[in-house]
């Protein structure tokens, strides 16, 4: 039995023997794959980043209409559906809600979903300068959303991405 190697554990750092299924000395379960509290850390900090980035998207497509105050007339609905905006942003802050309550990764499509964003924010910005008459620019009341749903936007591709690296940590 001399020749029995030792390991040590990853939850109480006690010597065990290797292939042990449970520790000796903490009792805890050695079959279950460990996440370190710092893996769990990162991954919920990535899940915040996703979330901010999910809640700008949708603030900066409502703002126009707040500090307008008029929900009828706006450039955004000239323009048509950016409600697309409003779906993808709720779409990628449930995820990552989801993904911090359930330390499951869903980076990949919150990834996809903010590239969506991302895209049709582009789109949506020619079609304002083309459509609505703003050669000069976007006007400061539509410019404050839109820039702010395209950093949300920025944001929640990088938290995604943060979450997307999750797995390779996790040993
Ligand atoms: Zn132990």
């Known amino acids: 039995m001399e020749d029995t190697k030792t390991i040590q554990c990853p939850y ?3 010597l065990i023997i290797e292939g042990a299924i449970k520790c000796k000395h903490c009792g805890s379960d050695l079959t279950k794959p460990v996440q370190s ?21 949708i603030i900066g497509l409502l703002l126009p209409w707040m500090t307008a105050g008029v929900f009828s007339v706006t450039a955004f609905q000239k323009v048509g559906d950016a ?3 409003l779906i993808l942003g709720i779409a990628i802050s449930l995820l990552a809600i989801v993904g911090i309550i359930q330390k499951k990764s869903y980076g990949i499509v919150i990834v996809i979903f903010s590239l969506l964003s991302l895209a049709y924010l582009t789109y949506l910005y020619f079609q304002l300068i083309e459509n609505v008459g703003m050669q000069g620019g976007l006007s400061p009341q539509i410019g404050s959303g839109f820039y702010m749903s395209a950093i949300g936007a920025f944001i929640a591709l990088v938290g995604g991405a943060m979450m997307a690296q999750k797995p390779k940590k996790a040993k």
């Open 83 to 85: 409600y697309i905006f």
């Open 12 to 14: 109480c750092k006690e």
């Open 37 to 57: 509290s710092e893996v769990i850390q990162k991954s919920n900090v990535a899940g915040f980043v996703a979330l901010i980035g999910g809640a700008l998207l």
